[in-house]
T-cell receptor
């Protein structure tokens, strides 16, 4: 069975602070994909990043960075210099690597509030 | 960039009535999914569909639910006799068979279903 745990239910930071959202996953698969999605108040799911289990290189995209540590089954997400527009619920997700079929297992989400 | 589109964006229905949620997946995609998100909770897998049949369904997807691909472009979720607890955001998603899942699962913007 696959499981994604986001222990932080809600986080509040003041604008321009850095914030890290934690994600820990469980899977018996040797190959899999990890994702982060952003869900703004309007409700849609916005894809942020996909990481293959073979690729443990950390990634940076503007103010966003991701730290994938296979040894600890973690895939943490850091926002640098947070902005009010970053306020949203962030979901970490896991998908087995099984060809075309791609059922996604989501974590419970972390609600981030950035205070101006 | 191609998108998954869902209609309507908001559906209000009386309890006990049938409702059909519509989705137009990305045109060259082969795998289709429905997910549900009860307000304030995580996104949960409902069902996957491939080659005109259900590939997998969750325990949530009981006999009240059905899916159909009535033509080459639409993918629908039907709830036969709605209950109050069916109130949620319903997301449609689609994916292709490229590589071994190199592409992220593409989500629509969701249909917010309110049962009165």
């Amino acid at each position: 069975a696959q499981k994604v745990t986001q222990a932080q239910t809600e986080i509040s930071v003041v604008e321009k602070e850095d914030v890290t959202l934690d994600c820990v996953y469980e899977t018996r698969d040797t190959t899999y994909y990890l994702f982060w999605y952003k869900q703004p108040p309007s409700g849609e799911l916005v894809f942020l990043i996909r990481r293959n289990s073979f690729d443990e290189q950390n990634e940076i995209s503007g103010r966003y960075s991701w730290n994938f540590q296979k040894s600890t089954s973690s895939f943490n997400f850091t926002i640098t210099a947070s902005q009010v527009v970053d306020s949203a619920v962030y979901f970490c997700a896991l998908r087995r690597d099984s060809g075309g079929y791609q059922k996604v297992t989501f974590g419970t989400g972390t609600k981030l509030q950035v205070i101006p | 960039e191609p998108e998954v589109t869902q209609t309507p964006s908001h559906q209000v229905t009386q309890m006990g009535q049938e409702v059909i949620l519509r989705c137009v997946p990305i045109s060259n995609h082969l795998y289709f999914y429905w997910y549900r998100q009860i307000l304030g909770q995580k996104v949960e897998f409902l069902v996957s569909f491939y080659n005109n049949e259900i590939s997998e369904k969750s325990e949530i997807f009981d006999d009240q639910f059905s899916v159909e691909r009535p033509d080459g472009s639409n993918f629908t979720l039907k709830i036969r006799s709605t209950k109050l607890e069916d109130s949620a955001m319903y997301f449609c998603a689609s994916s292709d068979q490229q590589g071994v899942g190199n592409q992220p699962q593409h989500f629509g913007d969701g249909t917010r279903l309110s049962i009165l």
